[in-house]
């Protein structure tokens, strides 16, 4: 397991925390970030795209999630995440040679003003966003609960889900956050494969009773709580 405890993540080029799991391991990999100030990331010239293309502002996030044909258990609670140029949370289930999944939870945080460095050139940027992204006919999966942060002057959005491609999974609760901003659910996020064009395929999205304003793109199914596994076995 891996803690990310009380510490001060500030004026990186890059991203903030990065966390990458690519074992071929069947057990999930852990991480915990909790107690941190964590602001002002992802400024470096370099890792601005292209304005027609994605991916979009992962590389400037403050925290950065991903699980690369592999499996993440991820707890993100209590941060001050703030001022960073792309996501302040990002995660992705991405799959190369290899089925992914991520079970996590984004509790009790204050994420402001994050996303505006990125947004003018894509749209992955937000307070948190969450995507996953799958082809080749293996599945990606994101168990997901965003409940008690504060989420205000993030750019588009506060929260921010996406699944590509016909075998990618998104199931989550949104709930109990405050703050200004809105949200958008979405069976098919914006990642293009070439200026103009849009990943083919839009996934499953399934969300639990949420709270919030939301904006939704394509078919987003209500289901029953408990049909989301982001209780970590409790």
Known sequence: DI????NRVENNGWQGVLFLNTSSSPAASTIVVTGNTISNNGYATEVFPDPGMSPV?????GVYIVAN????????????????AGAGVYLGADVFDGNASIAARVTDNIITGNGAGAAPFNSYSSGITTEAFSFDGFTSRIDLLVQGNTLSGN???GVQLF??????????????????DGHLLSQNGDFLIAPGAPFPGSGTFNLERSTGTFTTRGTVDTV???TCDYCFGT
């Open 3 to 6: 803690v990310v405890r009380n």
């Open 57 to 61: 502002g992962d590389e400037q996030a």
């Open 69 to 84: 044909s592999s499996s993440i258990v991820a707890d993100v609670n209590s941060n001050t995440i703030t001022n960073n």
């Open 155 to 157: 750019a588009p959005y």
């Open 163 to 180: 699944t590509l491609g016909d075998t990618a999974t998104m199931c989550a609760r949104v709930t109990g956050n405050g703050g200004t």
């Open 224 to 226: 029953s709580a408990g």
